[in-house]
């Protein structure tokens, strides 16, 4: 899961809940101090939250760009049914297009849509689904991949299925942090306040929306020729190293997108929360090359 570096809210920000068409969704949102250059739509991954994007927030709002990030549903404080129907994937990508709909505004400028890990075959659904009448100005596929995640990662996140068919969350979480202190890795602990958010955010989930969003981690298929072929100019960021899709696999996926592609050094599966001057610079390169002169 993301880790975020900090949780105080930079003065530019705000946490709110957004209606929409199809329900009110927990968000982030930060204002710039003037009109916006544009606005974008940071979705976050498999057992995260809007909170992992919270670095970003202050440097892309000083660049003129209005920000939310959002908790999907099911996600930490947006919640959701104990159906697992509720969170399949098209269903995900409608509440997409309805929070797309929802912060689109005249004095917002062009829209941007970010997926981070899952949140990339979200963000990819919504896109695909939304034919030639795109909201969106510009997507960018941040630690994502094609398909399903590599094989040591998928048996990993089946034992984690398999234990939701059985357990509440809160034992999970302890066989978590017993198997994590059980690495030896002490250097990678976060700071209690970290630890304490990341405990709630964990048992704020619905468990249904995980096994949903894990199975299809799983077995999602690589859709990359059919997003190719969508006119939208396309970014694709990722970290030097990545547990969850290979980084070459990334690279590769970028270029059959025909998606600039950045990797971020220093960085894992988070660039976002582990890197986030880098990241956010090179979202506002790109966001910036992306609108219409």
């Known amino acids: 899961m993301s880790t975020p570096p900090f949780l105080a ?67 930490y404080e947006t919640g959701g049914p104990a159906d697992r129907a509720a969170y399949a994937l098209p269903e995900l990508g409608r509440d997409l297009l309805a929070l797309t709909a929802a912060v689109a505004a005249p004095d917002g400028g062009p829209l941007h849509l970010l997926g981070h890990s899952f949140g990339g075959f979200v963000a990819r659904e919504a896109v695909l ?14 630690a994502t991949g094609p398909g399903p995640i590599e094989p040591s990662e998928a048996a990993r996140t089946k034992l984690l299925m398999d234990a939701l068919t059985g357990l509440d969350l809160e034992p999970i979480w302890q066989i978590m942090q017993q198997l994590e202190e059980g690495g030896g890795d002490q250097a990678a602990k976060p700071a209690p306040e970290i630890a304490d958010f990341l405990h709630r955010r964990w048992l704020a989930n619905v468990p249904q929306a995980l096994l949903a969003m894990g199975e299809r981690l799983l077995g999602e298929p690589d859709r990359t020729a059919e997003l190719a072929a969508v006119p939208l100019p396309k ?25 600039a592609y950045r990797r971020i050094e220093g960085a894992g599966h988070s660039p976002n929360a582990e890197r986030p001057a880098e990241t956010a610079a090179a979202l506002v390169e790109f966001w910036t090359s992306a609108i219409p002169a």
């Open 9 to 75: 809210l930079p003065a530019c920000a705000t946490a709110t809940h957004l209606p929409t068409a199809r329900g009110s969704f927990a968000v982030l949102c930060a204002e710039p101090s003037g009109t916006p250059r544009g606005s974008a739509i940071l979705v976050p991954g498999f057992t995260g939250s809007k909170e992992d994007f919270i670095a970003l927030l202050e440097p892309l709002a000083a660049a003129g760009f209005r920000t939310f990030a959002v908790d999907q549903r099911g996600q």
């Open 129 to 142: 689904a939304s034919g030639t009448a795109l909201p969106w100005s510009s997507l960018t596929l941040l």
């Open 235 to 259: 970014l694709w960021v990722s970290g030097a190293r990545d547990y969850a899709w290979p980084v070459e696999e990334q690279a590769r996926t970028a270029d059959r997108l025909g998606a």
